[in-house]
C-alpha cells in the first residue's frame, strides 16, 4: 500500500526501529512528497560524523527535480538538557538520551509550514522503547533551512528538469551509495520497471 503523507511519521518511527534492531543505528532517511503522493524514499549513503551536508543535497536535487512540495528527514541524534551545565559526555560513554528527530517542511500551502518530532528512545536486550514524543513547530538550523528551500523553490527546478535529468540523479544517488525507492508515479513516468530504485 503506497505511503501517505499522514503517515510518515508512524514509519520513520517504524523504519527507525527496524534499524535498531537490526543493526543497532538508525539510517537517515529523506522522504519526498507531491501533494498527497509519495514521489520518493531515500536511505542515505554512509558519511562520516557531521558531514551530512552532501548527501543530504544529493537527495534534495533529486526530489526537487521530481517536484517534492512536502518532505521529511529522519535521523537518530542526542538530547542534551539546558539544565545540564556540561553534557554527560566522556570518551568512555554518552550519557545523552538517544532520539530519532524527524523534521518536517510542508509547501503544499501558500506558504511552507515547518514543524519537528522528536522521538525519544531506549534501546535494550528487550527492543526499543519509545518515549513521549515532543512536537515543536517552526524547525532551526541548517536541515529544516534546507528542507524549507527545497519545499519552496522546487516547482522551479521540476520545471526545468527533463525525465533524462531526473534519471541521471537517480542513477547518480544509487552509485554514490544512497537506497531509492520511487513512487509509483514517478516509475511509470520515467518508464522504469517495479522494483527498479
Known amino acids: 500500500m503506497p505511503l501517505r503523507w499522514h503517515d510518515v511519521e508512524r514509519f520513520t518511527v517504524q523504519t527507525a526501529t527496524a534499524d535498531l534492531l537490526g543493526r543497532g543505528e538508525v539510517r537517515p ?6 501533494g498527497e503522493e509519495q514521489c520518493v524514499v531515500a ?6 560524523n557531521g558531514a551530512y551536508t552532501d548527501p543530504i543535497i544529493e537527495v534534495l536535487a533529486l526530489a526537487m527535480a521530481l517536484g517534492a512540495d ?8 542526542r538530547l542534551t538538557s539546558l539544565d545540564d ?3 554527560p559526555v ?3 560513554a554518552d550519557l545523552r538520551q538517544r532520539a530519532l528527530v524527524v523534521e518536517y517542511a510542508d509547501g503544499a500551502g501558500p506558504t511552507p509550514l515547518q514543524h519537528s518530532c522528536i522521538h525519544p528512545f531506549t534501546l535494550s536486550s528487550s527492543g526499543v522503547v519509545w518515549d513521549v514524543t515532543l512536537h515543536l513547530t517552526g524547525g532551526r538550523g541548517w536541515i529544516p533551512d534546507a528542507l524549507r528551500i527545497a519545499v519552496s ?10 525525465d533524462a535529468d531526473i534519471r541521471s540523479q537517480a542513477e547518480r544517488c544509487v552509485t554514490l551509495g ?3 525507492a520511487l513512487g509509483p508515479t514517478v516509475r511509470a513516468r520515467l518508464g522504469l520497471p517495479r522494483g527498479c530504485y
Open 153 to 162: 523553490s522546487g516547482d522551479q527546478l521540476a520545471g526545468e528538469a527533463t
Open 43 to 48: 536511505f542515505l549513503r554512509g558519511f562520516p
Open 85 to 87: 551545565p556540561i553534557p
Open 90 to 92: 566522556t570518551e568512555d
Open 178 to 180: 544512497h537506497d531509492l
Open 70 to 77: 512536502r518532505l521529511a528527514f529522519a535521523a537518530a541524534g
Open 29 to 34: 532517511l529523506l522522504v519526498g512528497f507531491m
